[in-house]
Nanobody
Framework: QVHLVESGGGLVQSGGSLRLSCAAS????????MGWYRQTPGKQRELVAA???????NYVDSVKGRFTISRDNAKNTVYLQMNSLKPEDTAVYLC?????????WGQGTRVTVSS
């Protein structure tokens, strides 16, 4: 059974930092492209950052230079380091594991950035 378990969310002031983690089990982690998405009420789920099995990364423009995605295949874990957080980063952040035709989601971790 596949499990993606996110952690590290919380309440932080504007300009602060958080590090999200997503621990995966039940998949051949190193084969999967891993991504962080975020969801806010009334908006479509947005891809924030992704990292391929080869380590290539991409980011949505709004977080470039502030967020960094990384992975540790030995620990089956993907991370999202979030710096210089802004109130508009407030959302539920979800971990995704994708290796066609399989895609898996975590339950999400809430990030709230106060102004």
């Amino acid at each position: 059974q596949v499990h993606l378990v996110e952690s590290g969310g919380g309440l932080v002031q504007s300009g602060g930092s958080l590090r999200l983690s997503c621990a995966a089990s039940g998949i051949a982690f190193s084969r999967f492209k891993m991504g962080w998405y975020r969801q806010t009420p009334g908006k479509q789920r947005e891809l924030v950052a992704a990292i391929t099995n080869g380590g290539d990364t991409n980011y949505v423009d709004s977080v470039k230079g502030r967020f960094t995605i990384s992975r540790d295949n030995a620990k089956n874990t993907v991370y999202l380091q979030m710096n210089s957080l802004k109130p508009e980063d407030t959302a539920v952040y979800l971990c995704n594991a994708d290796y066609w035709p399989h895609t898996h989601w975590g339950q999400g971790t809430r990030v709230t950035v106060s102004s």
